[in-house]
């Protein structure tokens, strides 16, 4: 995740979307940068259709559409009024088609954006899981996601959450969190799920402080190594106790001083012990995403995608290059 110059807020005027855009205004007060507004007219492929064979003396594409049009960009361009304060408040943008998803991800990319901010739930979406439109998003975005619910601002961000397994693919996160940390001042906690298949010993207590003396080595030699692959970033991690982990980290012309800690958990739903965890103990979620789609997304499915949909608190996710790379 660059410097957010700019980020695209998704819109269908929902009480979902204004978290968003409220959420994103807030965020840039820690980044700068600027927020367009994006709102989807659906085609109405079948009434058009209908239209030609019976005759009728206009068409949608050239007397009803242009009007739809300018009425919604009217509105988007009041909501970026109402919302976004002015130093903030980019352009505001209507597409038409048929899915909605397809044709935000298609300007995100052409647009170039850094970031890509949506409500969890839009108009029509389930008040529980996060909506339809975000969830499709967030599997086939190349751009970071950050999804929102609640009422939660960027500045009240103490503990963001980065799970991880150990492999490439999560400690990916691990920049984007890092980042999001520096410049909230927060901390980050990477959390291990050790999923149980089993009974446990009844004795544990000295076996897992054993343990979690050596999770700690081996997270802060992970985080030494990733960084070490980064010639743009300079990091050195050191140990302030034994709970404790300090990131500091030079980027660019940036610099940030991260405390990092370790949690492990026990249970036998990995997606589960990570979104019940945070939602007791951090404030935002940054999480590796596959980005699967198909026969692989509807039999593999990821921890990624069922954290994204429970979780009741931001949650940004981060697709690695070798990933988009392997899907094209």
Known sequence: MKKLN?????TDFSEGSRKAYSYAEHLLRFFGGTIDMVNIVPTIKYLQESM????????????????????????????????????????????????AYEIILEHAHKGRYDLIVMGAQGLHADHIIRGHVTEKVIRHSRIPVLSVSGTVMPES????????????????????AAIMAGRLKSRITLLHVNELH????????????????????????????????????????SSVDDEELFLKLERDDEKYEIPIFVEEVRGISAHYEIVDYAEQNADMIVIATHGRSGLSHIFLGSTAEKVVQWAKIPVLTVRPRQMQQKKK
């Not at 961000?157 to 984007?176: E, G, H």
């Open 198 to 237: 089993g009974s446990e010993p009844e004795d544990q207590q000295g076996a897992d402080e054993d343990a979690m003396r050596k999770l700690r080595k081996k997270v802060a030699q992970k985080v030494f190594d990733f960084f070490a692959e980064r010639p743009r970033a300079k990091a050195q991690i």
């Open 52 to 99: 030609k064979k019976v005759g009728y003396p206009f068409s949608l594409d050239q007397d009803v559409y242009p009007q739809i049009i300018e009425q919604a960009r009217d509105r988007v361009a009041k909501e970026l009024e109402d919302h976004v304060a002015e130093e903030h408040r980019g352009e505001p943008v209507v597409k038409i088609g048929r899915k």
């Open 157 to 176: 961000t103490q503990n963001i959450v980065v799970p991880t397994d150990f492999s490439d693919l999560s400690m990916r996160a691990i920049l984007p």
């Open 6 to 10: 700019r980020i695209l807020v998704p």
